[in-house]
């Protein structure tokens, strides 16, 4: 097939272009294509690592709302699962909550302090640790584990959690029989719970002791 001059032309440079930037231009191409297919990719184990979480989320729920020492079994394997293949989930940190909470009710303390310790040193839930340690000193109150349990409510509180922290000092040193410590610890309480109702369970405290 004949062409004139001037198409010949525009072939020949589309050639020499393309001796000179092809084999770019498809790495450019394909570089894309990896960058999308991995992309999707990511997006997908994503979704599905946040389906199987919830899955084991569901079922430690489901677990916890039934009785029974199997009941048990069920709530451990479920949390150690999350903990171990899903610890940075949401998922991970509120079965966590759930757990403990289940094991406590069970008067398993044993079991709820190593849910609690767990989500007390788990960096990727901060918000949630602050509750865990909290949970987690009232577990070694109940162990009589009174050190352990203060060491928990050391340092300056987390946002929103000062009056909480004190209360829970106060219930520690008066089980220690460190009385005046324990009512400075619940007037800190008072002063940061406020017009809080839980102001009133503190104040309770306060005057039983000081009747004692």
Known sequence: MAYDLEEQEKIDALKAWWERYGTLTMALIFAVMAAFAGWRGWQWYQTHQASQAMGYYEALESAAAQPGEDAVARIKAASEALRDGY???????????????ALQERKDLD????????????????ALQAVARLRLAGVLLAQQQYEPALAQLEGTPPAGFDGLYADRRGDILAA??????AVQAWKEALTSLGADPAAQIVQLKIDALNGA
């Open 176 to 181: 220690q029989g460190r009385h005046e410590q």
């Open 111 to 126: 079991g709820a302090r190593e849910q609690l310790e767990w989500l007390a040193g788990n960096q990727s839930a901060p």
């Open 87 to 101: 610890a940075g989930s949401g998922y991970a940190s509120r079965g966590v909550l759930v757990a403990a909470w």
